[in-house]
């Protein structure tokens, strides 16, 4: 783990944060298209872990966790601003987000995730915690105020959501860190080379795509 200045982290929590900004919005919305329900979200909360991971890791700051999820979460509501996007097409992806980066949190500060291999036992029990906080908060907007969400779908959707999918997402979140000496340091490389104006634009590009996307 490395020690970094509080300026050089700033800048570094905008670029991971975006870059799990810019991948849901890309990658995210291309698998979305593919004839195979719940992929986009299995690869997508890896995507999102390793961008958490990469500062945490690399910084020694466990409150980047969370930071960089926020940026991401910003990101994706950029899409409130365009007039005839329903709310709940943006506030549910945000939901999902939140949940993955609270969970995530809690695994670094539980279980020192990114600090150490990290078990099957240890992938799935986050894979299926994000997916049931997800349906927590779901609940209380639809309970409170009326957003429509995957609540609102049959027993055997929730079942796969929160069973299945928690089980393939678990699986490949572990694979993700069995590859860490490929990805993780292919990703981490950026994190000493990277300067403030390309952290800024991968953040203004990755607003742009999202409003395109």
């Known amino acids: 783990m490395r020690a970094t200045s509080k300026s050089m982290l700033v800048y570094q929590l905008v670029f991971f944060g975006s870059v799990w900004g810019i991948s ?10 593919l004839p195979l329900p719940g992929i986009a979200g299995d690869l997508m909360f890896v995507v999102g872990c390793l961008c958490m991971s990469a500062v945490w890791k690399r910084s020694g700051r466990i409150w980047a966790v969370p930071a960089v999820g926020m940026i ?29 980066t609270l969970v995530f949190f809690a695994g670094c500060r ?5 600090l150490k291999p990290m078990t099957i036992t240890s992938a799935l029990a986050i894979s299926l915690t994000w997916r049931c906080g997800y349906f927590l908060i ?9 957003i429509p969400n995957l609540m609102m779908q049959s027993p055997d959707f929730h079942f796969s959501f929160i069973l299945f999918h928690g089980l393939t997402g678990a699986v490949m979140l572990w694979l993700a860190w069995r590859l860490n000496a490929k990805l993780f340091s292919r990703l981490e490389g950026f994190y000493g080379r990277t300067r ?18």
Request: charged content about 5%.
């Open 24 to 33: 849901e919005a890309t990658f995210g919305h291309l698998l979305h298209l």
């Open 72 to 100: 991401a979460m910003l990101i994706k509501s950029v899409d409130l601003l365009l007039p005839g996007t329903p709310p709940a097409m943006v506030i549910n992806p945000i939901t999902a987000l939140l949940a993955e």
């Open 110 to 114: 539980l279980l020192a995730i990114g």
């Open 138 to 146: 779901a609940f209380l907007g639809s309970a409170f105020l009326a």
């Open 196 to 213: 403030p104006m390309t952290a800024l634009l991968l953040f203004f590009l990755a607003l742009a795509v999202e409003i395109v996307f």
